[in-house]
């Protein structure tokens, strides 16, 4: 007997969660890189819909694209995991016992703050630059 596939609407604010904790990234750390709370995080992650400047913003923090988000699948990420578990090379499986050591969030903050420091270096710069000609 065959049963029809039956398609559940898509969830954008679960998608959001699986995503973030896929990441490895806590509600409170999204929540500062988006200047909100925790738990305006905790109230997207239960809304069925969630707008697209959001879940571009939110993609942005976490390093992934909005369309990533939107179209997480689960069955996809469990066929992915599943097949590099099945793998008899040993590398492999070493390769995915590796735990990261620092958050990605924290990467953000820190490549945007190297980018301030060169953007006021080269106001600095263009101020020498314009009194030299005074």
């Known amino acids: ?3 029809a596939a ?3 609407p898509i969830h954008l604010g679960d998608h959001v969660r699986r995503m973030r904790t896929a990441l490895g990234v806590k509600q409170s750390a999204l929540a500062s890189e ?5 738990q305006n995080i905790s109230r997207i992650e239960q809304e069925e819909e969630v707008d697209e400047v959001t879940l571009e913003r939110i993609g ?3 390093g992934v694209s909005a369309e ?3 179209n997480f699948d689960e069955e996809a990420a469990f066929n992915i995991v599943s097949n590099t578990f099945t793998s008899q090379d040993s590398s492999t499986i070493n390769a995915i016992n590796i735990q ?3 958050n990605p969030v924290d990467k953000v903050v820190e490549l ?3 980018l301030l420091q060169v953007e006021r270096e080269k106001v600095e ?3 020498r630059m314009l009194k030299e000609q005074k």
Do not use: S, W
């Open 68 to 70: 990533a988000i939107k």
């Open 125 to 127: 710069l263009l101020e």
């Open 34 to 38: 988006l200047g909100t709370t925790q």
């Open 60 to 62: 942005k923090a976490l």
């Open 1 to 3: 007997m065959e049963t």
């Open 100 to 102: 990261p050591t620092f």
């Open 112 to 114: 945007y703050e190297r």
């Open 6 to 8: 039956r398609r559940r």
